[in-house]
């Protein structure tokens, strides 16, 4: 049986740049990624390898036509997780820049941060806007039991939202205006 570790680490929704050089920096000491959950990755031992990690996001099933087109170009798809697809191959066969990479153009890259910014950052900000900013409101007033522990708690989940929408926000933002430069 292989030996297997599994690490917790966190990444946002606009941190899937970093994310990429985190995993392919632990294929070079010889860990490989067989699974990703929510923070959590699931590596099993492997020799030493360069090996380039890339992600893309699609909130929905994948074809069959979309992966064929990857294998074409070299790359084996292997876990799928929060709508993120996870591809990877072998830095030894990448001749240019343009094969390093799953997209072919900048244009590309923007759509999906698009995709990103419409099904992760709005859908976040409504549940922020519709069942956070109200709640903690009211636990403010005092109108239902244990008020204070309540608006402690809401208190700390604004801080915590209102950091992480500002965060990703801009983080988004910055990589869409670097991918339309592209």
Known sequence: MAETKTVFRFFTIADFEEEEVWLREQ??????????????YTFERCAPEDVIYRLDYKNEEETE????????????????????????????????????????????????????????????????????????IRSIEGSIPFANFFSV???????????LLTYCGVKLARLRKKYEEE
Not at 27 to 40: D, M, P, Q, S
Request: a negative charge; glycine letters at 6%; aromatic letters at 18%.
């Open 65 to 136: 036509e979309y992966l064929q087109l990857f294998r074409d170009y070299g790359w084996e798809y292997f876990d799928h997780n929060a709508g993120w697809l996870y591809f990877r191959k072998p830095a030894a066969e990448v001749e240019t820049e343009a094969d390093g990479e799953i997209f072919s153009d900048g244009l590309s890259r923007v759509e999906m941060v698009q995709h990103v910014v419409r099904t992760r950052m709005l859908p976040l900000l409504l549940i922020f806007l519709c069942c956070l900013l109200p709640n903690m």
């Open 153 to 163: 708690l809401f208190g700390i989940l604004f801080v915590l939202y209102c950091y």
């Open 27 to 40: 294929h070079r000491a010889g860990w490989k990624l067989t699974n990703a959950a929510v923070f959590l």
